[in-house]
């Protein structure tokens, strides 16, 4: 295996995927190393997303990416399969959060998503209507353009590469050492050494780290960890229902069979590590998802927890660091990492090549203050 490559992106999550996917359909001709520390791409964050893609989801500073993705999504590129399965998103709103649903509405207008509103006659004849107490189907908004994303399918086509090309993957290559020279890292691996004169931090919940390890300032991420339970619940839910959201972040809920998937939609301050659930946040949820339907929830399943990492004003860094040479960052993607990811690797892969990129970069400069 060679070890000299044009580009070393350190990660290979979604966000590292993706941009060594949209390098290759730009410039076949690079050699692009994805270095992984765990025995397999995508172990963390990307294989415990719940897989849901959601045109205002992250805000109106996200709706760009997230727009700017929807026509890969609905017509995947060769060496990808099919990538969304159409499931309308449906906000709701308890009696102690009267007003949520109006702000999640004057959101939705800035970012120019689309959304239609419910009455109370039509929320009880959903599918989820029986489902829910009174006092929380008085009114709701939907968001129709919403689906179920393949995510294994769209990180396995990032990793097999476009233009007949493909990424060096290298795995069990935890990042001990950075040193540059003449213009080329040096990246000490658990696996060896790899050289190239540019590195991507694509590093996650590790990104901060591995900018301190490359002599960079960090950038002040913070992970926050997120939960998800999967219940078996009595009725067992419609297979036609919508994603379930409660508009003021308490929790959302989706169909998976005959199981339920419940996520209390928290966000914990963590450290970068392999997080798990807390048994008091499962409690929690359950408590607040009990209070408003009228389903009986016989068992918990099973449950994990992955870590979404943010910059202080919750937008993405993507950029080259202005302080250390050859360092570019692909950080802080929060929870949108996937559903954003083709626009995301394709801005990445322009910056990184010197072309025009298709969107604006100036909101997600790595070098912006926060």
């Known amino acids: 295996m060679s070890t000299d490559f044009d580009i070393a992106i350190i990660g290979a999550g979604i966000g590292g995927a993706s941009t060594a996917w949209a390098l290759l ?3 076949p001709h690079l050699r692009i190393a994805l270095i992984e520390m765990e025995d397999r791409p995508g172990y963390h964050t990307t294989g415990r997303s719940a897989a849901v893609w959601i045109e205002s989801y992250g805000g109106p500073g996200i709706v760009p990416l997230s727009k700017a993705s929807r026509e890969f999504f609905g017509a995947p590129p060769e060496g990808f399969g099919p990538l969304l399965d159409h499931r309308p998103d449906l906000f709701i709103e308890g009696p102690e959060d009267a007003g949520a649903l109006d702000r999640l509405a004057a959101e939705l207008d800035v970012g120019g998503v689309d959304y239609y509103w419910l009455d109370a006659g039509q929320m009880a004849d959903l599918p989820t209507g029986p489902m829910l ?3 929380w189907r008085k009114r709701g908004l939907v968001e129709p353009d919403c689906h179920d994303i393949e995510v294994a399918g769209l990180h396995q086509g990032f990793l097999r590469g476009s233009n007949g090309a493909k990424p060096t993957l290298i795995c069990n290559a935890e990042v001990t050492a950075l040193d540059r020279s003449n213009g080329v890292w040096r990246i000490a691996t658990k696996a060896g050494d ?3 004169p540019i590195i991507v931090n694509a590093a996650g919940a590790w990104a901060d780290g591995l900018a301190t ?4 300032q ?3 991420l913070t992970p926050l960890r997120r939960t998800m339970a999967v219940l078996g619940i009595d009725p067992p839910p419609p297979a036609d229902m919508m994603v379930v959201m409660d508009a003021a972040g308490h929790f959302y809920f989706k169909p998976d069979g005959s199981r339920l998937w419940l996520s209390p939609h928290d966000e914990i301050p963590d450290v970068p590590h392999d997080v798990r659930p807390d048994e008091m946040d499962l409690a929690v949820v359950i408590d607040r998802f009990e209070q408003a339907t009228t389903v009986r929830v016989k068992r ?3 449950s994990w927890a992955g870590l979404r990492t943010f ?5 993405p860094l993507f950029g080259f660091d202005g302080a250390v040479d050859g360092l570019f960052w692909c950080a802080g993607q929060g929870g949108f990492g996937i559903q ?3 626009a995301a690797g394709r801005l990445c892969a322009a910056m990184l090549l010197g072309n025009t990129p298709a969107l604006d970069p100036a909101p997600y400069a790595a070098t912006r203050a926060l």
Not at 213 to 216: D, L, W
Not at 311 to 315: E, H, P, S, Y
């Open 25 to 27: 359909e730009a410039a």
């Open 300 to 302: 918990l399943e099973s």
């Open 213 to 216: 390890m490359a002599g960079a």
């Open 133 to 135: 107490r009174p006092d």
């Open 311 to 315: 910059a202080r004003d919750r937008l």
């Open 218 to 220: 960090s950038r002040g």
């Open 340 to 342: 954003t990811a083709p």
């Open 194 to 196: 790899v050289t190239a």
